[in-house]
């Protein structure tokens, strides 16, 4: 899963770059990582423009969004593991 959305943010982020539709890219990755562009979002608000460049916001979207994804991986299969899979040990 981690890997699809790694790939998916890569082609949406620089898929954009040099066109006016690159103003539109966090839109396409905001409600895949829900929690995490909330935040990302907030500190893009709360932190002057200077610090929280474009490719900054691209890196904590497309790196925070992978490692969200891959935990929500790793979550899902060990509830399934561990609920629908009767293991004697």
């Not at 895949?32 to 608000?45: G, K, N, Q, T, Y």
């Not at 929500?72 to 561990?82: M, Q």
């Amino acid at each position: 899963m981690a890997g699809i959305y790694l790939i998916y943010s890569l082609l949406v982020y620089f898929g954009t770059l040099g066109g006016d539709g690159h103003d539109w890219w966090p839109i396409f990755l905001y409600p895949v990582i829900w929690p995490f562009s909330w935040l990302i979002e907030f500190a893009d608000r709360a932190i002057p423009a200077t610090m929280m460049g474009d490719y900054i916001v691209g890196f904590f979207y497309i790196v925070l969004g992978t490692l969200w994804i891959w935990l929500l991986g790793c979550i899902i299969s060990i509830l399934v593991t561990r609920l629908f899979l009767d293991v004697e040990t």
